[in-house]
């Protein structure tokens, strides 16, 4: 069975702020992929990154960083120099194939105040 | 134009009756996917629908009550049948789009039940 773990419910920073929201995973399969999206008041849920099980290289996109540790299990997410316009609900996920079903954590609430 | 087109947007029912969801995306998927998410949590898979087979539900979710159709690559439909207060949520459609990296969702089917 797989199961994504969000431990973190809320999170609250000041702007400027840097913020790392924790995801820890299990799964049997030695090929799999983890994602995470953000989710927005609004609603829609968008992609943020999917990375593989091979691939442990850490990634930088703008503000965004992701570090994959396969030792710990862990996907985490961090965004530097929060904005409030980063103030959503952000779901870590999990599948173990190409175009399988994702298995969602219960969700990171970050609030960012000026 | 939306690669994911949900519709209703939200609605609001009567106890007992049904609801159909509709998901139509620009072009041709294998597999769509529908989850719900129910308020404040995170997202639960309902069904795989494969077109020309059954939908595959998950544990927990029964095609008496939340039957899908598949009639083409383009096209599906959920619907809630003998709705209850407790199927208000969020329901979304979601596809793996070739040569895309990441699931994208339908903008959400806001469902109350009264």
């Known amino acids: 069975a797989q199961k994504v773990t969000q431990a973190q419910t809320e999170i609250s920073v000041v702007e400027k702020e840097d913020v790392t929201l924790d995801c820890v995973y299990e799964t049997r399969d030695t090929t799999y992929y983890l994602f995470w999206y953000k989710q927005p008041p609004s609603g829609e849920l968008v992609f943020l990154i999917r990375?593989?099980?091979?691939?442990?290289q850490n990634e930088i996109s703008g503000r965004y960083s992701w570090n994959f540790q396969k030792s710990t299990s862990s996907f985490n997410f961090t965004i530097t120099a929060s904005q409030v316009v980063d103030s959503a609900v952000y779901f870590c996920?999990?599948?173990?194939?190409?175009?399988?079903?994702?298995?969602f954590g219960t969700g990171t609430r970050l609030q960012v105040t000026l | 134009s939306a690669v994911i087109s949900q519709k209703p947007s939200r609605d609001i029912c009567q106890r007992g009756t049904s609801l159909t969801i509709q998901c139509q995306v620009d072009?041709?998927?294998?597999?769509m996917f529908w989850y719900r998410q129910q308020p404040g949590q995170s997202l639960t898979l309902i069904a795989t629908a494969n077109q020309g087979s059954e939908a595959t539900y998950e544990s927990g979710f029964v095609i008496d009550k939340f039957p899908i159709s598949r009639p083409n690559l383009t096209f599906s439909t959920l619907t809630v049948s003998n709705m209850s207060p407790e199927d208000s949520s969020i329901y979304l459609c979601s596809v793996l789009l070739t040569g895309a990296k990441g699931y994208t969702f339908g903008s959400g089917t806001r469902l109350t039940v009264v």
């Open positions: 990375r593989n099980s091979f691939d442990e």
């Open positions: 996920a999990l599948n173990t194939g190409t175009a399988s079903k994702l298995t």
């Open positions: 072009s041709q998927v294998t597999m």
